[in-house]
């Protein structure tokens, strides 16, 4: 199991930047995809970017293609998730996760194992 914890959540007004990080307890090899998802009060946990550990691979929801990057840093192991351009409508609960896939990663709640406790995004208009 791996255990994992994100950082860097907070709030912005709307056009401006956040970085969000995250912190795996231990080594994640290239048979995981990590990913970061979002909830909204009410409404069921979606799937916002994952990247293929160690690789290249990346996979982003269209709503926010353009404006988030998702990487890890190999060094610390960090995924970390740059968002710019923030609207209002990007306020939610951010979650990191980890999974084995061995095809392509992608951004399916049910397909992560691990998750973290998530930490909050809010974006003012």
């Known amino acids: 199991e791996v255990q994992l914890v994100e950082s860097g959540g907070g709030s912005v007004q709307a056009g401006g930047s956040l970085r969000l990080s995250c912190q795996p307890n231990?080594?994640?090899?290239?048979?995981?995809?990590m990913g970061w998802f979002r909830q909204f009060p009410g409404k069921e946990r979606e799937g916002v970017a994952a990247i293929r550990s160690r690789g290249m691979n990346t996979s982003y929801a269209d709503s926010v293609k353009g404006r988030f990057t998702i990487s890890q840093d190999n060094a610390e192991d960090t995924l970390n998730l740059q968002m710019n351009s923030l609207k209002a409508e990007d306020t939610a609960m951010y979650y990191c996760?980890?999974?084995?896939?061995?095809?392509?990663?992608?951004?399916?709640?049910?397909?992560?194992?691990?998750w973290g406790q998530g930490t909050q995004v809010t974006v003012s208009s």
């Open positions: 996760a980890a999974g084995i896939f061995y095809g392509r990663c992608s951004t399916l709640v049910r397909e992560f194992r691990d």
């Open positions: 231990k080594y994640i090899g290239s048979s995981y995809c």
